[in-house]
């Protein structure tokens, strides 16, 4: 029975716990800032900066602007550079499709049967027969002169 006692006890002392977490809740003031708050209106103020503790940290701060400010600076260059590349890629692509259309209109102007119709109309005319191998010996052609 003793033991039935101190297990009622330990239970009331928490459902009390729980009853008056809320009221205090309610009672709380709403216009307390928190750390957090404090800290960042000291910031944006400037009044952080007349504390000699903070004062300090100065340097380093202005290191980590630094920092920074050339981080986004870097960000910025790198995609104007990606651009520039893919513009320049495009221009290749462009390039080459248009090496390759007209070196392929010239294998096609260059045929012999080709030729032949461009000429045509000048008065130039395919000949018919095989042309003719000359044979001179140049011990003959060294005499002469």
Do not use: C
């Not at 090496?99 to 049967?113: D, P, V």
């Amino acid at each position: 029975m003793a033991n039935k006692i101190r297990e009622t006890k330990k239970e009331e002392p928490i459902e009390e716990q729980v009853q008056q977490a809320p009221v205090k809740k309610a009672n709380a003031k709403p216009g307390k800032k928190g750390v957090l708050a404090k800290a960042l209106s000291g910031v944006f103020s400037g009044t952080f900066l007349a504390n000699e503790k903070n004062f300090k940290h100065v340097p380093f701060i202005l290191f980590m602007a630094v920092v920074a400010t050339s981080y986004i600076a870097y960000g910025y260059y790198a995609d104007d550079t990606i651009r520039d590349v893919n513009k320049i890629t495009n221009n290749l692509k462009e390039l080459k499709s248009e090496f390759i259309y007209t070196k392929s209109e010239l294998m096609f102007a260059s045929k012999q049967s080709e030729v032949a119709k461009a000429a045509e109309p000048i008065g130039l005319k395919e000949p018919i027969t095989p042309p003719l191998k000359i044979k001179v010996d140049s011990a003959q052609l060294n005499k002469k002169h």
